[in-house]
């Protein structure tokens, strides 16, 4: 059975730092597609970034444009996990924050990923 399962969540004030971990197990996710997305209440789940590989780049990431430069993502293929590193937060980043995983086409789509995780609460207060 596949699972994801995040880790890392919790509450800071704005400006400070947060590390998300997200761990698969039950089949590997090498040159699969793992994300990030989050909900807000009354919000709809968005994207938040993504590692993808292809074969001329390898690996590489595309981020929604509210967190670049401010959260990075990494991923160790030997281990199953990816990382969310999140620096300078902000209040509306406050969120469920969400591991997904598949093979996709629209990247920042949540349809077109097949695995998820239950999520992580982040809080950031002013």
């Known amino acids: 059975q596949v699972s994801l399962v995040e880790s890392g969540g919790g509450s800071v004030q704005a400006g400070g730092s947060l590390r998300l971990s997200c761990v698969a197990s039950?089949?590997?996710?090498?040159?699969?597609?793992m994300a990030w997305f989050r909900q807000a209440p009354g919000k709809e789940r968005e994207f938040v970034v993504v590692?993808?590989?292809?074969?001329?780049?390898?690996?590489?990431?595309n981020f929604a444009d509210f967190v670049k430069g401010r959260f990075t993502i990494s991923r160790d293929d030997a281990k199953n996990t990816v990382s969310l590193q999140m620096d300078d937060l902000k209040p509306e980043d406050t969120a469920v924050y969400y591991c997904?995983?598949?093979?996709?086409?629209?990247?920042?789509?949540?349809?077109?990923?097949?695995?998820w995780g239950q999520g992580t609460q982040v809080t950031v207060s002013s």
């Open positions: 039950g089949r590997t996710f090498s040159q699969y597609a």
């Open positions: 997904a995983a598949g093979r996709v086409g629209d990247f920042d789509a949540a349809d077109e990923y097949t695995y």
């Open positions: 590692s993808r590989w292809n074969r001329v780049l390898g690996y590489y990431a």
